[in-house]
């Protein structure tokens, strides 16, 4: 069985400031983990993957993501938030080779940029 | 353009009356999802699809029907919709399931 946490429906951060969005996941089997961004009234867009090659992920615009499987997590960072970062996010995992094609979304987390 | 068109993008309806929402990709992938948003609940799988013909239940499948009978095109089908069923519903698809989803725009459903 696979779940995902994301810690905090809502962070607020100033504009240039850090942005750390919390995810732990929960998987019986090595997991694909994901980051996706939705912005309103848009689908959700692929930020970035992990799939078990390096743990230090980058992805589109500036985000990165680190797989610490000590921790069974999946933060989403990026050193200087900006105004258009402001949205929902969302983490996501799929179990490598069992039930491929099926993931589990958490809550998500809607960020918010203040200037 | 590569994309996952979903129609329509708004649909009002009442309980009981059958619907389809379809769902097509000209990416030539494998995978195929649907998934219900809602707020504060995150998306939820509904029914995934890895290749023609072969489907599987996601974490919510009661009350919907799909089929995939051709490999771009994974309709969503509700046979007797009901109000707990009003949501908005994202269709995707993906090459591998290590290479994460594209998504459609996302169709707002509402059973009254």
């Known amino acids: 069985a696979q779940s995902v946490t994301q810690l905090g429906s809502h962070v607020s951060v100033s504009e240039g400031a850090l942005v750390l969005l919390r995810c732990n996941y929960s998987s019986s089997v090595p997991p694909y983990l994901f980051w996706y961004v939705q912005y309103p009234n848009q689908g959700l867009q692929l930020l970035l993957k992990?799939?078990?090659?390096?743990?230090l992920v980058k992805g589109i615009n500036g985000f990165e993501a680190e797989f610490k499987k000590s921790e069974t997590s999946f933060h989403l960072t990026k050193p200087s938030a900006h105004m258009s970062d402001a949205a929902e996010y969302f983490c996501a995992v799929s179990d490598q080779d069992t039930n491929a094609g099926k993931s589990t979304f958490g809550d998500g987390t809607t960020l918010t940029v203040k200037p | 353009e590569a994309q996952v068109t979903q129609n329509p993008r708004y649909l009002i309806t009442v309980t009981g009356k059958k619907l389809t929402v379809t769902c097509s990709q000209n990416?030539?992938?494998?995978?195929m999802s649907w998934y219900r948003q809602d707020p504060g609940l995150g998306l939820r799988q509904i029914y995934y699809s890895m290749n023609v013909e072969v489907t599987d239940k996601g974490d919510v499948p009661e009350g919907y029907k799909v089929s995939r009978k051709e490999k771009r095109n994974f309709p969503l089908i509700l046979e007797s919709p009901s109000p707990n069923q009003t949501s908005l519903y994202f269709c995707?698809?993906?090459?591998?399931?290590?290479?994460?989803?594209?998504f459609g725009s996302g169709t707002r459903l509402t059973v009254v």
């Open positions: 992990y799939t078990s090659a390096a743990t």
């Open positions: 995707a698809s993906s090459h591998r399931d290590r290479d994460g989803y594209t």
């Open positions: 990416m030539n992938h494998e995978y």
